[in-house]
């Protein structure tokens, strides 16, 4: 079977399973393709040479690498933006299109922009539209929509897909599974190591799926299936295949992803076995369709089959070209010459090969332009002429017919993880390419990104890394193996296959449509420093990320600024190796969120639940459309009945021990030695720098046993601080955070003892017996509770902290038990506003990142005699400063006026001296009441100052003593 | 009118027949040994320093070392976000005057720095964060800037890619709306700042680090560098990622901890997103690049290091927020990540002025707002070393601030800020 | 409820708090110390045992588990018969069955076996009390691990595999011996593992903070769906340690 | 990921970690001049090179030191806080007047 026009019959493509058929889409057109096709190949293999256009010239593109490096091949597949054709395998009904086109993609109106070429050097956009702001004001949105490639799909509110994530662990992990790898995950697992092999390809093999190493071709296969098969016979091998490693962090942390998982592999050790890659020529047209690697030529033939043209002429500078040619010849694809830009063509196996089939070789020349056929779609021949010198040719130019045309004349060695890690390149003048220098510890490099290009040499120098790193791990196994003899690097890299041409269209980044001239053009503008040009120019920063500029682009300002190549390095490379989805890097959303025992409870009637610190909490009970009528009623319930409210999320801490009141004392501002056991106690925090963080109350069971509350986003760092501060002091305490073993209710309102009787047999809950601030351990309705007589809303109320798990039964049976009083749950936006009428803070709302306890007017809470609490030193200072702003409650002088929001200014004149924290229409006084800062001339009680609220209207609010509601607190203490 | 449309500059470049190179950077000069003015440091800062000292006060016997390439460190490393949406006054009055300088750059260079006004919004994910967004709002509109706290609906009309679910962790509630908040190209800046300052006589010397400071009776006379010792005046350090390590050789120390924030980009996609989103509970911020290219960023790493070395958890947490705020962009590509490093102060506004060395000035404690506040940096530190006194924009700034207890206190503002 | 058992476990004091889940699972619920406890799910169509012999998660939140911490701790235990081992972040097993988990020197989490009676903690709580005058002997202080931390149990061979994909922390039976502890992340939550295998099936304890488990649940279950995972019993549980 | 070896619970990654910044011990609140608090309070090494740091585990809240390169990240040594925390800290009662009586 042979979908498609240039299908060759096998054994031509080893990848694609010729009994599967696959039809997708291109650009609307139907196109069949066997399973294991990608979307190149079975473009190519059905004619359509055409993949993408350009970024800027809107020039046409085709396969370049046949290896996902370059994004010639960037196409859209569905929502899927910016895809590697030549990587993606296509899939039944798979809808692909074109990118970064106007009108259509065959006749894209942006390929006129190459028309102004000339107009546009380099950096032109720094150049021009600046001159009036109404220049670039019309320009800045013609420039903007010139940009991007793929389109994100923007039609979506979802997540496309399931991603997750998966943590390997391994002794040794081999990256890259080509000769060098096998071979070095082979020496790894000689002893009981466990190895990861991971590669990118449908099977292992590397460049031995593809490549020619012989006269006939079989070397590399043959090779193949015998490491592939000592592979799967090591059970201590695991093998990761058609999965690509993304980057190399700390401490052998390796992003390994395969379909739509990301694994993180830990390894003990890591081998690099990453290969290298090809590098292009730099001649007239050499970026268009026909023009590629004749490493991707290959890959078309032997992987997929395919016939990547009908009549080549192949550049090379060395042996692999050769190769290269004799695959066409098996494919039956005519090759009308060999130009060698070398002068001297070695003869050996392969050059003689092609000699014997009666291929021309033309010795000393390059190609000098590749002839662009119609709307340039693919070219149809080639201009070859001699080399004169570096960079420079001679007169004599040869008209070659052709359709193809293959790039062999060197590569740069597939350094991106080795950079990652923080590895050393040098410039190695006989080989002419970098070379990993010096390898961080636990990293060891094999293959030919390490310079071993024989294949001999390549198998010896991933013995050698698969040995190293085994032991490197702790598994030493038999005696160390040597290292290759002859690597085999020189002759396989020409040092300046750079042939600008005249009349431009001579691509060095491919990416960014950089011609020659463009980072001639950089340098003269100063940027003569690779980094510099890479910026300026944009050179490199393309998706393929400098893949196949970065090499060339140090050469040419090395020669450019006469500055040796031993002194300068390729730019940083930088993660990811080859781009990664964000959902892969998303994965699975882990975002805990907490539940109170109560929460189906509240959920039932109807609660509305909001976010606090990690927490969910009943904001009000009943619909929103309701809100403004459910709070007052709320409000109204507790001051007039009797409310319950889920205080669950309060903070809790046991602080036990012989020194726990010394403990208490230091990190809170007021004095605990004396406090009685039984009894409540409020607890202000302040940090070193005398600065409010918390606040909550302090009960003592027990002469060694305080039980600690704190605000339910300041409970951890309390925690965490308390420990902190003890590691340092040693005081013989110990502190447990009991947060979430605890749920806790406040029943509140007049009639709370009432209903709290009912259910808490064997407590006397009288006013003498049980006091305001008064505190017990007992049993509710059953339940072992903390009882304390303490709350935040200023009428009778109970504290009640039980063991969750039984939290909810202790809801339900308050519930019922105030059923005859009317017992309503309330929320926290009514509690706010009840504390509110009590003139309470709520630390980190009424106080903000540099409160003072002076500035919050807290004077009362410090302890003055206390040896030490953190934050008293500062405290000291900032109170010999002069206050500039003070907290105060305020009511309004107009009862007409609006209630300003949290947060609107308090300005003197038109400086800005505070601002409005907290501020309600109380439902209890029918007023409005707040707290604000205002500067502290104006702090005493009947000061009057302004609020700036909406639309800069000002307001004048009247400094109150508070609290507002009930200012006796006679209700909270009946 | 008509004229001014056209790109008029570009057509030198298509008629002739040879490319006129404007160069940009002047080749590098010996260096001297003495100098009117040495500024350690050759980023934005620094640049802009010795362009306005040139410019206003007719300083031009100026020297730059920078210790690598010119504007390679974190000039080179920012996500190029401009805005004055500040909570304190100060801080409010500093980035608006630094606003209005970038708006006239590109005139004032003769050279597109591509200054984008794209509108800035900090969403609003809690109760809280809605509280500070209306602090900020009314800040910035007493003081003449312009931002207001919208709600969903707004928030929906003006960026409707924005998933405004309210069924998530983190529901958007509200944002702070500005919509001066601009992107421009941060290397073109440092650009037209060194061609601005060489061209009126300053000298910038790269690969040329500083080892040492030289100073005598707590005066500064000049600092030591691999190429020699260079005598001045003047000394000015801006060297953020390493300003602990320089002061350290000029004998003091900082309230400044140096801390990575990395940064990460998307292959490029047709620009779909005009806006620049910043969430503080999500730790995420993003604009889309006049390339095309998503930037996106979080807050600082959780630790301190002198490294520009990248992770993997950043990506992790900042992409699986991202898909929060735009749950489509799942299939959308990350091509590369990078880091620079920020001075962290303890109440996220900078260290200013005058230091105790006499004579040495210091600019530094940028945080994660060195880029967005290079024009007036540049401009009031010119000021402050020209005069010996402190610019009125920067005298909040001081470096005595903190154990006086006078803290500018921003952090409120940020949790993640850029 | 679809729970074809008569015990609500709303009618109980002590309740798992993801008794909704488990009832909606079609859980049979039993009394254990005060709670329901998912018993079997009779509805299911293939052996409870199978599917936790690859991959199975059971909630035992409501059985007796408990703790102390403080100066004194172990050498209180010590004295109360149990027997601790010297290494922190160990499990020890008790006679009867329950587990003394060392977390850190002075902080033992104590789980009863599958069977529940609260024998062992319960004598233990009843035991300690403030001794009467200062200076008073070091012997720890009791935590509210009952309430603080929810219990799952994971089991089955694929159960360290489903692990890797919530936690970085290498639980593969080679590389994580029995009685190991892990104190660490466990999708972003803080959490404690501990390898206790039932009879020859490789099992963990999961214990996390009970406001959360909710959210833990479901995200086990959605890792281990992909490994044929499965909600089991205790009695499955107890089968399979017999 | 960086691994951080835990005195207590081992070689776990660096995210289950808090970061608690450079130890500096407290010197004596009572005795120290203004000036010299805020100093000790606000000012930073700021190291770059081998600092000795607080470091919290997260899931244990277990608290303890590190001495860590600030330059390349390497982490050298990992110990409890009793290390170098020995002793009981005690703070002197205070003089009768303070200057926070004086605001």
């Given at each position: 079977m042979?979908?498609?026009?240039n299908r060759?019959?096998?054994?031509?493509g080893?990848?694609?399973?010729?009994?599967?058929?696959?039809?997708?889409t291109f650009?609307g057109?139907?196109?069949?393709g066997?399973r294991g096709?990608?979307?190149?190949s079975?473009?190519?293999?059905?004619?359509?040479?055409?993949?993408?256009?350009?970024?800027?010239y809107?020039r046409p593109?085709s396969?370049l690498t046949?290896?996902g490096?370059?994004?010639?091949?960037?196409?859209?597949v569905?929502?899927?933006?910016?895809c590697?054709?030549?990587?993606?395998r296509?899939?039944?009904?798979?809808?692909?299109?074109?990118?970064?086109?106007v009108?259509s993609f065959?006749?894209?109106?942006?390929?006129?922009?190459?028309?102004?070429?000339r107009?546009l050097?380099?950096?032109f956009?720094?150049?021009?539209f600046?001159?009036?702001?109404?220049?670039?004001?019309?320009w800045?949105p013609?420039?903007r929509r010139?940009a991007g490639?793929g389109?994100?799909?923007?039609a979506?509110d979802?997540?496309?897909?399931?991603?997750?994530k998966?943590?390997?662990f391994?002794?040794?992990?081999?990256?890259?599974g080509g000769p060098?790898g096998?071979?070095a995950a082979l020496?790894?697992?000689g002893?009981s190591?466990?190895v990861?092999?991971?590669d990118?390809?449908?099977?292992?093999?590397?460049?031995?799926?593809y490549a020619r190493?012989n006269a006939?071709g079989?070397?590399?296969?043959?090779t193949?299936?015998?490491?592939?098969a000592?592979?799967?016979?090591?059970?201590?091998?695991?093998?990761?295949?058609?999965?690509?490693?993304?980057g190399?962090?700390s401490d052998?942390?390796?992003?390994v992803?395969?379909d739509?998982?990301l694994?993180k592999l830990?390894?003990?050790?890591?081998?690099a076995?990453?290969?290298?890659?090809?590098?292009?020529?730099?001649f007239?047209?050499?970026?268009?369709?026909?023009?590629m690697?004749?490493s991707?030529a290959q890959r078309?033939?032997r992987?997929?089959?395919?016939?990547p043209g009908h009549r080549?002429?192949?550049?090379?500078a060395?042996?692999?070209?050769?190769g290269a040619?004799l695959?066409?010849?098996?494919?039956?694809?005519a090759?009308t010459?060999?130009?060698?830009l070398?002068?001297e063509?070695?003869s050996n196996?392969l050059?003689?090969?092609?000699r014997?089939?009666g291929v021309?070789i033309?010795a000393?020349?390059?190609i000098?332009?590749?002839?662009a056929g119609?709307?340039?779609?693919?070219i149809t021949?080639a201009?070859?002429?001699?080399v004169?010198?570096?960079?420079?040719l001679?007169a004599?130019d040869r008209?070659l017919?052709?359709d193809?045309?293959?790039?062999?004349v060197g590569?740069?060695?597939?350094g991106?993880l080795l950079h990652?890690?923080?590895?050393?390149?040098a410039?190695?003048g006989a080989?002419h390419?970098?070379?990993?220098d010096?390898?961080?510890p636990?990293?060891?490099?094999?293959g030919?990104?390490?310079?071993?290009y024989?294949?001999?040499?390549?198998?010896?120098?991933g013995?050698r890394?698969g040995w190293?790193?085994?032991?490197?791990a702790?598994f030493s196994a038999?005696?160390?193996?040597?290292?290759p003899?002859?690597?085999g690097?020189?002759g396989?890299t020409h040092p300046?296959?750079i042939?600008?041409h005249?009349?431009?269209?001579?691509?060095?980044d491919?990416?960014?449509?950089?011609?020659?001239?463009d980072l001639?053009?950089g340098?003269?503008d100063g940027?003569?420093?690779?980094?510099?040009l890479?910026?300026?120019?944009t050179?490199?920063m393309?998706?393929?990320?400098?893949k196949h500029s970065a090499?060339?682009a140090?050469r040419i300002?090395a020669?450019?600024t006469g500055?040796?190549l031993d002194r300068?390095?390729?730019?940083t490379?930088?993660?990811?190796y080859?781009?990664e989805?964000?959902?892969h890097?998303?994965?699975?959303?882990?975002e805990?969120?907490?539940?109170?025992?109560?929460?189906h409870?509240?959920?039932?009637?109807?609660?509305?639940?909001?976010?606090?610190?990690m927490?969910w909490r009943?904001?009000y009970y009943?619909?929103?459309?309701?809100?403004?009528?459910?709070?007052?009623a709320e409000v109204?319930?507790?001051?007039n009945?009797v409310?319950?409210i889920?205080?669950?999320t309060?903070?809790?801490?046991d602080?036990r021990?012989?020194?726990?009141?010394?403990?208490?004392?230091r990190m809170?501002?007021?004095?605990y030695a004396?406090q009685?056991?039984?009894?409540?106690?409020?607890v202000?925090?302040t940090?070193n720098?005398?600065?409010v963080?918390?606040?909550g109350v302090?009960v003592?069971f027990h002469?060694?046993?305080?039980y600690?509350?704190?605000?339910?986003s300041g409970?951890d760092?309390?925690?965490?601080q308390?420990?902190?501060?003890?590691?340092q002091?040693?005081?013989d305490?110990d502190?447990a955070?009991?947060t979430?073993?605890y749920a806790g209710v406040n029943i509140?309102g007049p009639k709370?003892?009432?209903?709290l009787?009912?259910?808490?047999d064997g407590?006397?809950l009288?006013?003498?017996?049980?006091p305001?601030m008064?505190?017990?351990m007992?049993?509710v309705?059953g339940?072992p509770?903390r009882i304390m007589?303490?709350g935040?809303v200023g009428?009778l109320?109970?504290e009640?902290h039980?063991?969750?798990s039984?939290?909810e039964a202790l809801?339900?049976?308050l519930?019922?038990?105030?059923?005859?009083e009317g017992i309503?749950?309330?929320?926290?936006?009514?509690?706010?506003v009840?504390?509110?009428?009590k003139?309470h803070?709520?630390v980190?709302?009424?106080?903000?990142?540099?409160?003072?306890?002076?500035?919050a007017d807290?004077?009362?809470a410090?302890?003055k005699?206390k040896?030490?609490?953190v934050?008293g030193r500062s405290a000291e200072i900032q109170a010999?400063t002069?206050?500039?702003?003070k907290?105060v409650?305020?009511?309004?002088a107009n009862?007409a006026?609006?209630?300003?929001e949290?947060?609107h200014l308090?300005?003197k004149?038109e400086?800005?001296v505070g601002?409005?924290?907290s501020?309600?229409r109380s439902?209890?006084?029918n007023?409005?009441?707040?707290?604000?800062?205002?500067?502290?001339s104006?702090?005493?009680?009947?000061?009057q100052f302004d609020?700036k609220?909406?639309?800069?209207?000002?307001i004048i609010?009247v400094?109150?003593k508070?609290?507002f509601y009930?200012?006796?607190?006679?209700r909270?203490?009946? | 009118?008509?004229p001014?449309?056209?790109?008029?500059?570009l057509?030198p470049?298509?008629?002739?027949?040879?490319?006129?190179?404007?160069?940009f950077?002047p080749?590098?000069?010996d260096l001297k040994?003495?100098y009117d003015?040495v500024?350690?440091?050759?980023?934005?800062?620094?640049l802009?320093c010795?362009?306005y000292?040139?410019r206003?006060h007719?300083?031009?016997?100026v020297?730059?070392?920078e210790?690598g390439?010119?504007a390679?460190?974190?000039t080179?490393?920012?996500?190029a976000i401009i805005r004055?949406?500040?909570?304190t006054?100060e801080g409010?009055?500093?980035?608006e005057?630094?606003l209005?300088?970038?708006?006239?750059?590109?005139?004032?260079?003769?050279?597109?720095?591509l200054y984008?006004e794209?509108?800035?919004?900090?969403?609003?994910?809690?109760d809280a964060a809605v509280r500070?967004?209306?602090w900020r709002?009314?800040?910035?509109?007493?003081?003449?800037v312009?931002?207001?706290?919208?709600?969903?609906?707004?928030i929906?009309r003006?960026?409707?890619?924005?998933?405004m679910s309210?069924?998530?962790r983190y529901?958007?509630l509200?944002?702070l709306?500005?919509?001066?908040g601009?992107?421009?190209?941060?290397?073109a800046?440092a650009w037209g700042y060194?061609?601005?300052a060489?061209?009126l006589g300053?000298?910038?010397?790269q690969?040329?680090?500083?080892?040492g400071?030289?100073i005598?009776?707590?005066?500064v006379k000049g600092v030591?560098?691999p190429?020699?010792?260079v005598?001045?005046n003047?000394v000015m350090q801006?060297v953020a990622g390493?300003?602990?390590v320089?002061a350290?050789?000029?004998?003091?120390?900082l309230?400044?901890r140096?801390?990575?924030?990395?940064?990460?980009?998307s292959?490029p996609?047709?620009?779909?997103?005009?806006?620049?989103i910043?969430?503080?509970?999500?730790?995420?911020y993003v604009?889309?690049s006049s390339?095309?290219?998503?930037v996106?960023g979080?807050?600082?790493?959780p630790y301190?290091?002198?490294s520009?070395r990248?992770t993997l958890d950043?990506?992790?947490?900042?992409?699986g927020?991202?898909?929060?705020?735009l749950p489509m962009?799942?299939e959308v590509?990350?091509?590369?990540?990078w880091?620079?490093?920020a001075?962290m102060?303890?109440?996220?506004?900078p260290v200013?002025g005058?230091?105790p060395?006499?004579?040495?000035y210091?600019?530094?404690?940028?945080g994660?707002w060195?880029?967005k506040?290079?024009p007036?940096?540049?401009?009031?530190m010119a000021?402050t070393?020209a005069?010996?006194?402190?610019?009125d924009?920067?005298?909040?700034?001081?470096l005595?601030?903190f154990?006086?207890y006078a803290?500018v206190?921003?952090k409120g503002?940020?949790?993640?800020g850029h | 409820?679809a729970?074809?058992t008569?015990?609500?476990?709303?009618t109980?004091?002590?309740?798992?708090f993801?008794?909704?889940?488990?009832?909606?699972?079609?859980a049979?619920f039993?009394e254990?110390?005060?709670?329901a406890?998912?018993v079997?799910y009779?509805a299911r169509?293939e052996?409870e045992?199978?599917i936790?012999?690859?991959?199975?998660l059971?909630d035992?939140?409501?059985l007796?588990h408990?703790?102390?911490?403080?100066?004194?701790?172990?050498?209180?235990?010590t004295?109360q018969?149990?027997?601790i081992g010297?290494?922190?972040?160990?499990?020890?097993a008790?006679?009867d069955g329950?587990?003394?988990a060392?977390?850190a020197p002075?902080e033992?989490?104590?789980l009863?076996s599958?069977?529940?009676t609260g024998r062992?903690?319960n004598?233990?709580?009843?035991?300690?009390?403030?001794?009467a005058?200062a200076?008073r002997?070091?012997?720890g202080?009791?935590?509210?691990r009952?309430?603080?931390?929810?219990w799952f149990?994971?089991t089955g061979?694929r159960?360290a595999?489903?692990f890797?994909k919530?936690?970085?922390?290498?639980?593969?039976?080679r590389?994580?011996?029995?009685?190991?502890?892990a104190?660490?992340s466990v999708a972003?939550m803080?959490a404690t593992?501990?390898?206790a295998?039932l009879?020859?099936?490789?099992?963990?304890?999961?214990l996390?903070?009970?406001?959360s488990a909710?959210?833990?649940?479901?995200?086990?279950?959605d890792a281990?769906?992909?490994?044929?995972?499965?909600?089991v019993g205790?009695?499955a549980l107890?089968a399979l340690?017999? | 990921?960086?691994?951080?070896n835990c005195?207590?619970?081992?070689p776990?990654?660096?995210?289950e970690?808090?970061?608690g910044?450079?130890?500096k011990?407290m010197p004596?609140p009572a005795?120290?001049g203004?000036?010299?608090w805020?100093d000790?309070l606000f000012?930073e090494?700021n190291?770059?090179?081998?600092v000795?740091?607080?470091?919290?585990?997260?899931?244990?809240s277990?608290?303890?030191?590190?001495?860590?390169?600030?330059?390349?990240d390497?982490i050298?040594r990992?110990y409890?806080?009793?290390?170098?925390f020995?002793?009981?800290v005690?703070?002197a009662?205070k003089?009768k007047?303070?200057g926070?009586e004086?605001k």
């Amino acid at each position: 079977m042979m979908a498609g026009v240039n299908r060759l019959p096998a054994p031509f493509g080893a990848w694609i399973d010729r009994t599967e058929k696959i039809a997708f889409t291109f650009e609307g057109k139907e196109i069949e393709g066997f399973r294991g096709d990608t979307i190149a190949s079975a473009l190519l293999a059905n004619g359509q040479t055409m993949i993408s256009r350009s970024f800027k010239y809107h020039r046409p593109r085709s396969v370049l690498t046949m290896a996902g490096q370059d994004s010639n091949t960037l196409v859209q597949v569905g929502d899927e933006p910016n895809c590697l054709a030549d990587k993606r395998r296509i899939e039944p009904g798979l809808k692909v299109e074109g990118q970064n086109y106007v009108g259509s993609f065959e006749d894209d109106k942006g390929r006129f922009t190459e028309l102004v070429e000339r107009f546009l050097p380099v950096g032109f956009y720094y150049k021009s539209f600046h001159e009036q702001k109404t220049s670039w004001k019309a320009w800045e949105p013609i420039i903007r929509r010139m940009a991007g490639l793929g389109k994100a799909d923007l039609a979506a509110d979802f997540h496309h897909s399931y991603y997750d994530k998966q943590y390997l662990f391994a002794d040794v992990a081999v990256i890259g599974g080509g000769p060098a790898g096998m071979v070095a995950a082979l020496a790894a697992a000689g002893g009981s190591a466990e190895v990861i092999l991971i590669d990118e390809g449908a099977e292992l093999g590397g460049s031995l799926c593809y490549a020619r190493f012989n006269a006939d071709g079989t070397h590399g296969s043959l090779t193949r299936a015998e490491l592939d098969a000592a592979i799967r016979a090591k059970r201590n091998i695991r093998v990761l295949d058609g999965a690509v490693c993304t980057g190399l962090f700390s401490d052998n942390w390796l992003p390994v992803i395969k379909d739509n998982r990301l694994y993180k592999l830990r390894a003990k050790a890591i081998v690099a076995a990453t290969g290298s890659i090809e590098q292009p020529s730099v001649f007239r047209n050499n970026d268009l369709p026909g023009v590629m690697f004749a490493s991707a030529a290959q890959r078309l033939i032997r992987l997929y089959g395919v016939r990547p043209g009908h009549r080549a002429v192949v550049l090379a500078a060395n042996d692999d070209g050769y190769g290269a040619a004799l695959d066409l010849l098996d494919a039956g694809i005519a090759v009308t010459a060999m130009a060698d830009l070398r002068r001297e063509v070695p003869s050996n196996e392969l050059t003689r090969s092609v000699r014997r089939a009666g291929v021309e070789i033309i010795a000393g020349h390059a190609i000098r332009e590749a002839i662009a056929g119609p709307g340039k779609a693919r070219i149809t021949g080639a201009i070859a002429a001699p080399v004169a010198g570096e960079g420079t040719l001679a007169a004599g130019d040869r008209r070659l017919e052709c359709d193809l045309i293959l790039m062999a004349v060197g590569y740069s060695p597939a350094g991106q993880l080795l950079h990652h890690a923080g590895t050393r390149f040098a410039y190695d003048g006989a080989s002419h390419m970098y070379r990993p220098d010096a390898l961080p510890p636990h990293l060891f490099a094999a293959g030919s990104v390490n310079q071993a290009y024989a294949l001999d040499a390549a198998l010896a120098d991933g013995r050698r890394a698969g040995w190293l790193a085994a032991r490197d791990a702790g598994f030493s196994a038999g005696a160390e193996p040597p290292a290759p003899a002859d690597p085999g690097a020189v002759g396989v890299t020409h040092p300046w296959p750079i042939f600008p041409h005249d009349k431009g269209m001579d691509f060095v980044d491919f990416d960014e449509d950089l011609k020659y001239k463009d980072l001639i053009n950089g340098i003269a503008d100063g940027y003569d420093n690779v980094e510099l040009l890479k910026r300026y120019s944009t050179v490199g920063m393309g998706p393929s990320q400098g893949k196949h500029s970065a090499v060339a682009a140090v050469r040419i300002v090395a020669r450019e600024t006469g500055e040796s190549l031993d002194r300068m390095s390729v730019t940083t490379q930088r993660p990811p190796y080859t781009p990664e989805k964000f959902g892969h890097m998303a994965g699975r959303v882990f975002e805990p969120g907490r539940r109170t025992a109560m929460h189906h409870r509240h959920l039932e009637l109807g609660a509305q639940m909001m976010p606090a610190g990690m927490w969910w909490r009943p904001a009000y009970y009943g619909p929103k459309s309701e809100r403004d009528k459910t709070i007052p009623a709320e409000v109204t319930v507790v001051r007039n009945n009797v409310g319950l409210i889920d205080v669950s999320t309060l903070g809790g801490l046991d602080v036990r021990g012989p020194d726990a009141a010394e403990f208490l004392n230091r990190m809170y501002t007021f004095s605990y030695a004396k406090q009685q056991v039984g009894r409540c106690r409020y607890v202000l925090m302040t940090d070193n720098a005398g600065v409010v963080t918390d606040d909550g109350v302090a009960v003592r069971f027990h002469d060694e046993h305080f039980y600690v509350t704190a605000t339910t986003s300041g409970v951890d760092v309390v925690y965490r601080q308390m420990l902190w501060w003890n590691a340092q002091w040693r005081l013989d305490v110990d502190v447990a955070n009991v947060t979430a073993a605890y749920a806790g209710v406040n029943i509140a309102g007049p009639k709370s003892r009432a209903v709290l009787q009912r259910v808490c047999d064997g407590v006397d809950l009288s006013a003498q017996a049980f006091p305001y601030m008064g505190a017990a351990m007992a049993e509710v309705a059953g339940i072992p509770a903390r009882i304390m007589r303490v709350g935040f809303v200023g009428e009778l109320g109970y504290e009640i902290h039980v063991p969750a798990s039984q939290g909810e039964a202790l809801w339900d049976a308050l519930m019922a038990a105030g059923g005859q009083e009317g017992i309503r749950p309330f929320g926290v936006e009514a509690q706010r506003v009840l504390r509110l009428e009590k003139g309470h803070i709520i630390v980190s709302q009424d106080t903000d990142g540099l409160t003072s306890v002076w500035e919050a007017d807290m004077a009362w809470a410090v302890a003055k005699t206390k040896p030490f609490f953190v934050g008293g030193r500062s405290a000291e200072i900032q109170a010999k400063t002069p206050l500039t702003r003070k907290l105060v409650g305020f009511t309004m002088a107009n009862d007409a006026d609006p209630c300003p929001e949290e947060c609107h200014l308090v300005l003197k004149g038109e400086e800005i001296v505070g601002r409005v924290t907290s501020a309600v229409r109380s439902p209890s006084l029918n007023k409005v009441v707040g707290l604000a800062y205002v500067h502290p001339s104006d702090g005493e009680p009947g000061k009057q100052f302004d609020i700036k609220v909406a639309g800069g209207r000002r307001i004048i609010g009247v400094v109150t003593k508070h609290p507002f509601y009930d200012p006796e607190n006679k209700r909270q203490e009946m | 009118m008509v004229p001014a449309l056209l790109p008029y500059k570009l057509l030198p470049y298509g008629f002739r027949r040879k490319y006129r190179p404007q160069r940009f950077i002047p080749k590098q000069k010996d260096l001297k040994s003495t100098y009117d003015v040495v500024i350690i440091g050759g980023g934005g800062h620094a640049l802009a320093c010795a362009y306005y000292l040139a410019r206003d006060h007719g300083i031009t016997d100026v020297c730059i070392l920078e210790k690598g390439y010119l504007a390679g460190g974190n000039t080179a490393r920012n996500t190029a976000i401009i805005r004055s949406n500040y909570l304190t006054p100060e801080g409010v009055r500093f980035y608006e005057q630094s606003l209005k300088l970038y708006r006239d750059l590109s005139q004032d260079f003769d050279f597109n720095i591509l200054y984008s006004e794209r509108g800035h919004f900090t969403l609003a994910h809690t109760d809280a964060a809605v509280r500070t967004s209306r602090w900020r709002a009314e800040v910035n509109k007493q003081l003449g800037v312009d931002s207001e706290l919208i709600f969903p609906d707004e928030i929906h009309r003006l960026c409707p890619h924005l998933s405004m679910s309210d069924h998530v962790r983190y529901p958007i509630l509200g944002a702070l709306y500005h919509p001066p908040g601009s992107i421009a190209r941060h290397d073109a800046v440092a650009w037209g700042y060194a061609r601005g300052a060489t061209a009126l006589g300053a000298e910038v010397h790269q690969q040329t680090p500083v080892s040492g400071i030289l100073i005598e009776n707590g005066t500064v006379k000049g600092v030591e560098t691999p190429r020699g010792r260079v005598y001045a005046n003047k000394v000015m350090q801006a060297v953020a990622g390493s300003t602990s390590v320089v002061a350290k050789m000029a004998g003091f120390r900082l309230p400044i901890r140096t801390i990575p924030l990395q940064a990460c980009v998307s292959v490029p996609l047709k620009p779909f997103l005009d806006q620049i989103i910043v969430s503080g509970s999500l730790h995420v911020y993003v604009s889309q690049s006049s390339r095309g290219e998503l930037v996106m960023g979080g807050s600082t790493d959780p630790y301190g290091l002198y490294s520009t070395r990248s992770t993997l958890d950043f990506k992790e947490g900042l992409l699986g927020h991202m898909l929060e705020l735009l749950p489509m962009l799942g299939e959308v590509k990350i091509l590369r990540q990078w880091a620079g490093m920020a001075d962290m102060t303890p109440d996220f506004s900078p260290v200013m002025g005058l230091t105790p060395v006499k004579n040495y000035y210091i600019d530094s404690g940028w945080g994660t707002w060195g880029f967005k506040a290079t024009p007036v940096c540049g401009m009031t530190m010119a000021h402050t070393i020209a005069t010996d006194t402190p610019h009125d924009l920067i005298k909040p700034f001081y470096l005595d601030r903190f154990v006086d207890y006078a803290q500018v206190g921003e952090k409120g503002a940020a949790s993640v800020g850029h | 409820m679809a729970s074809p058992t008569n015990l609500d476990p709303a009618t109980l004091r002590r309740r798992s708090f993801i008794y909704r889940k488990l009832a909606m699972a079609g859980a049979e619920f039993a009394e254990v110390n005060g709670g329901a406890v998912a018993v079997r799910y009779p509805a299911r169509g293939e052996a409870e045992t199978a599917i936790a012999r690859r991959m199975g998660l059971a909630d035992l939140s409501v059985l007796p588990h408990g703790g102390f911490k403080g100066r004194g701790t172990v050498e209180w235990l010590t004295a109360q018969g149990l027997e601790i081992g010297a290494d922190s972040n160990k499990a020890y097993a008790q006679a009867d069955g329950e587990l003394a988990a060392r977390l850190a020197p002075t902080e033992i989490f104590l789980l009863d076996s599958l069977l529940g009676t609260g024998r062992l903690i319960n004598k233990l709580n009843n035991a300690w009390q403030w001794a009467a005058a200062a200076p008073r002997p070091q012997q720890g202080y009791p935590t509210p691990r009952q309430d603080s931390h929810a219990w799952f149990m994971v089991t089955g061979e694929r159960s360290a595999e489903m692990f890797a994909k919530i936690c970085g922390v290498d639980l593969r039976p080679r590389h994580c011996p029995a009685g190991t502890i892990a104190q660490t992340s466990v999708a972003k939550m803080s959490a404690t593992i501990i390898r206790a295998d039932l009879g020859g099936t490789l099992a963990y304890h999961l214990l996390a903070d009970i406001a959360s488990a909710e959210y833990l649940w479901m995200c086990v279950e959605d890792a281990a769906a992909e490994y044929d995972g499965g909600i089991v019993g205790l009695a499955a549980l107890r089968a399979l340690q017999s | 990921m960086k691994l951080m070896n835990c005195p207590l619970n081992g070689p776990r990654n660096i995210s289950e970690f808090a970061w608690g910044g450079e130890v500096k011990p407290m010197p004596d609140p009572a005795t120290l001049g203004d000036r010299a608090w805020g100093d000790w309070l606000f000012l930073e090494n700021n190291e770059a090179g081998v600092v000795r740091e607080w470091w919290c585990h997260v899931p244990t809240s277990f608290w303890f030191i590190a001495e860590r390169n600030t330059v390349t990240d390497d982490i050298l040594r990992t110990y409890p806080a009793g290390d170098i925390f020995k002793e009981r800290v005690n703070f002197a009662p205070k003089p009768k007047t303070t200057g926070a009586e004086k605001k």
